[in-house]
């Protein structure tokens, strides 16, 4: 079921076109990720899904609900985590929680969100002396309080430390299994291979390409990197190079010293043929390996540009 439906959105602001041509539809239920360069109209795209930027042009709609028409039921469904500058740091994170609660006609209880963000041992402590993962955490609970079924994370983890982002990736799947929809904008590219169930690659102002991370992966190459080193050095992977030359899956090849590097379009059968003609040759392979194509190499194909991370 499609929770969220974007169409052709724009917005210039004077003769920047920060969003040219963006489209694309949320299914309930999963983590869609937002990826992208610096300033390929990002933010200014979630401004307008969450309601805070008013569109050039373009449709959006959270099922038949649009937000010229129907803006209050739609504040009432999303659920956007604050800036860290929206909490107030000299309350508690519970008092914090109280608060954004009581700007709602039904809310969660405070409790269960403590849980939730794993913050019930500091919810006494003022905000001003938690850690910017704390923090974050109490970022995504505001977001939740109102119980909505979809939620928008911009960079939820930007600034953290690996252990902190770790937490906040276990709060996001946990969202997952409460049945939430997750938006969610990263700038690391292992958070959005690992978390997303979709990924939206976007450049200037436009959608360049949205799948799966490994549907991204799968399509974006064929072949596969081989490399194998050999214990018999040079002249074994001089004549294991002269072999793999003559299979019809091996499209490239790269020598160096005792390693061979090959790119094939079937791995399994190329290294099948190369270990019946090493062990023919009696030459011992000391190592092996196919090299796992990336999120990151999906980005800068169709970006032409390097990950910042
Ligand atoms: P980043 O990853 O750096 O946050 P982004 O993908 O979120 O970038 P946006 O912040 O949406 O990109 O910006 C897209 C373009 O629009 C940029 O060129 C930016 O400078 C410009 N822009 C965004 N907001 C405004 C504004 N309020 N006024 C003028 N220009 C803006």
């Known amino acids: 079921m ?78 956007v985590q604050p800036q860290s500058g929206a909490m107030f740091e000299l309350l508690t994170p519970e008092e914090n929680l109280n608060l954004f609660a009581s700007f709602y006609d039904k809310a969660r209880s405070t409790h269960d969100i403590l849980e939730l963000v794993n913050l019930v041992d500091h919810r006494k402590n003022h905000v001003k002396k938690l850690s910017g993962g704390q923090r974050q955490r109490l970022a995504i609970g505001l977001a939740m309080i109102s119980d909505p079924d979809v939620i928008f994370l911009d960079e939820p983890t930007t600034g953290l430390d690996p252990q902190a982002r770790r937490n906040i990736w276990d709060i996001i799947l946990q969202l ?103 062990k023919e040759k009696n030459y011992q392979v000391e190592q092996v390996s196919i090299r796992e194509m990336s999120l990151e190499d999906v980005f800068i194909a169709y970006t032409g540009k390097e990950w910042r991370d």
Not at 20 to 29: A, C, L, M
């Open 2 to 79: 499609t929770v969220l439906e974007v169409k052709h959105l724009k917005k210039s602001f004077g003769s920047i076109r920060a969003v040219q041509d963006i489209n694309f539809s949320v299914n309930s239920g999963e983590i869609f990720t937002i990826i992208g360069p610096n300033g390929a109209g990002k933010t200014t795209t979630l401004e307008m899904v969450e309601g805070l930027v008013t569109p050039d042009a373009g449709e959006i709609t959270f099922g038949d609900l649009s937000w010229e028409k129907n803006g209050n039921e739609i504040k009432k469904k999303i659920g």
């Open 176 to 278: 997952k299994e409460l049945g939430k929809t997750t938006i969610l904008t990263t700038h690391y590219m292992e958070e959005a291979e690992k978390l997303s169930d979709r990924v939206c690659i976007v450049d200037q102002g436009k959608v360049v390409t949205l799948d799966t991370p490994s549907s991204l992966i799968e399509k974006l190459t064929k072949e596969r990197e081989v490399r194998l080193t050999f214990l018999d050095g040079d002249h074994a992977s001089e004549e294991a190079n002269t072999f793999a030359k003559t299979l019809q899956s091996v499209t490239k090849t790269e020598r160096e010293g005792s390693s061979l590097k090959l790119w094939t379009t079937k791995p399994e059968d190329t290294l099948v043929d190369l270990f019946g003609f090493t």
